[in-house]
């Protein structure tokens, strides 16, 4: 008959030890995972606000012939007056404060209650929040806060800005670090000026 032998502690150690290095290994991948989820979540939030505000503005400077001198034409069509979207992207960047309400001033509810304007031409804020009702200096509920910088083109050489723009739009974020360290994505959009009645 044979006999069964139990296991010794030094048997028991070694697998306990070679489980303990198993656990570690696939523990160490969930802070990649999570934050590889976030980014991912974020990169499409992103592209959806982008979208969104963009085609927003693009309602706006189409609605009307007085539209499209005001956020497009600007100082050619008005005089004194320079056009909403600026030539070039917004400067200062690192100058901006996301959680000082005053600088800050929501777009029309059509849009959500989440897209922000800054009192400089061209920057806006979007917050992503699981409150229903977003307020800027509710930094409890806000899961992300992104910086979007607008600005306008022409959409080729020669044609100037009473045929048609292109919109660019980067979006930034978190907003809270630094420009240089915030993740980003520049979209763009080009509108045709209707004929307006």
């Known amino acids: 008959m044979h006999k069964h032998h139990p296991f010794t502690m030094v048997e028991i150690l070694l697998a306990l030890g070679v489980c303990a290095i198993g656990i570690c290994s696939v523990m160490v991948l969930f802070p990649?995972?999570?934050?590889?989820?976030r980014d991912a979540?974020?990169?499409?939030?992103?592209?959806?606000?982008?979208?969104?505000?963009l085609h927003y503005?693009?309602?706006?400077i189409t609605y009307s012939q007085a539209n499209w001198d005001i956020y497009i034409a600007g100082a050619s069509a008005i005089a004194g007056a320079s056009a909403q979207i600026p030539d070039a992207k917004p400067a200062d960047p690192e100058t901006l404060v996301p959680e000082a309400p005053a600088d800050w001033t929501a777009l029309p509810t059509d849009l959500g209650s989440n897209i922000f304007k800054h009192s400089t031409a061209g920057i806006y804020q979007i917050i992503n929040d699981r409150n229903s009702t977003p307020a800027v200096a509710n930094t409890a509920t806000i899961d992300s806060r992104m910086l979007v910088y607008l600005w306008r083109?022409?959409?080729?050489?020669?044609?100037?800005?009473?045929?048609?723009v292109r919109l660019l739009l980067e979006a930034t974020w978190p907003a809270e670090l630094p420009y240089n360290a915030r993740q980003k994505s520049v979209f763009v959009l080009e509108v045709f000026k209707p004929a307006f009645n």
């Open 32 to 37: 990649i995972g999570a934050n590889a989820s």
């Open 41 to 53: 979540s974020l990169e499409t939030y992103s592209a959806n606000a982008a979208d969104q505000l």
């Open 57 to 60: 503005l693009k309602y706006q």
């Open 153 to 164: 083109e022409e959409v080729m050489t020669g044609v100037n800005y009473d045929t048609a």
